[in-house]
């Protein structure tokens, strides 16, 4: 069955720290791949997506990630977070087969000052 | 541009009443998704319109139902509500699924949160 697959629940960092949250994908072929970032009492915002080409991508907010076909991987990262970046994070990925996103459970970032 | 607006907010039900949800999408898009959201299982999809016409759909009982208009507003309806309904729904809109403009991108509202006594 297609899913995808976010292995951390939670994640503290403190400001100014690095931040990579993982996200892994079970498809058969390469769907296009999306992030997206929730905060309290907000719907989703799109943080950036994946088609094809360079696998490396960049988004809004800072905030870039990584394909690998080769671990069904698309992780997130930012080189310095801000307090401001404490939400929940949701990796997504769409075929057009089935007209829908799926959902990863999401990863919530807690930022310590 | 307007993004996708989704009415009510919030809204208080009792155990057997029933609900509806109304959202707007943005201006030119015609397939409206609605996601539930919970703690336990996180986003799940509930149906997918498009030109008034339910293309896909989730697992979820017959209680859960949608329409969409000619305007692409869609609206959902939960009926003989239950405590396992208390959720966040959350609507989103995108271009025109499986054609070329498109790229899945989904264009979330700010979702009606429904608690239910």
């Known amino acids: 069955a297609q899913s995808v697959t976010q292995p951390d629940i939670h994640i503290t960092v403190s400001e100014g720290a690095s931040l990579e949250l993982r996200c892994n994908y079970s498809?058969?072929?390469?769907?296009?791949l999306f992030w997206y970032v929730q905060s309290p009492g907000q719907g989703l915002q799109l943080l950036l997506k994946?088609?094809?080409?360079?696998?490396l991508v960049q988004g809004i907010k800072g905030f870039e990630a990584e394909f690998k076909r080769s671990q069904s991987s698309f992780n997130l990262r930012k080189p310095s977070v801000h307090w401001s970046d404490a939400a929940e994070y949701f990796c997504?990925?769409?075929?057009?087969?089935?007209?829908?996103?799926?959902f990863g459970g999401g990863t919530r970032v807690l930022v310590k000052p | 541009k307007a993004g996708v607006t989704q009415t009510p907010r919030y809204l208080i039900k009792t155990r057997g009443q029933q609900v509806t949800l109304s959202c707007s999408p943005i201006?030119?898009?015609?397939?409206v998704s609605w996601y539930q959201q919970t703690p336990g299982q996180g986003l799940q999809f509930l149906f997918e319109?498009?030109?008034?016409?339910?293309?896909n759909k989730g697992n979820f009982p017959g209680r859960f139902s949608g329409r969409q208009f000619s305007n692409s507003r869609s609206e959902m309806n939960v009926s003989t509500l239950e405590l396992g309904d208390s959720a966040l729904y959350l609507c989103?809109?995108?271009?025109?699924?499986?054609?070329?403009?498109?790229?899945?991108?989904?264009?979330f509202g700010e979702g009606s949160r429904l608690t239910v006594l």
């Open positions: 989103a809109s995108s271009l025109e699924p499986g054609r070329s403009l498109d790229t899945g991108e989904l264009f």
């Open positions: 498809y058969g072929a390469t769907p296009y």
């Open positions: 994946y088609f094809s080409g360079d696998t």
């Open positions: 997504a990925a769409y075929q057009a087969a089935g007209n829908k996103l799926t």
């Open positions: 201006s030119g898009h015609r397939s």
């Open positions: 319109y498009f030109s008034e016409t339910q293309r």
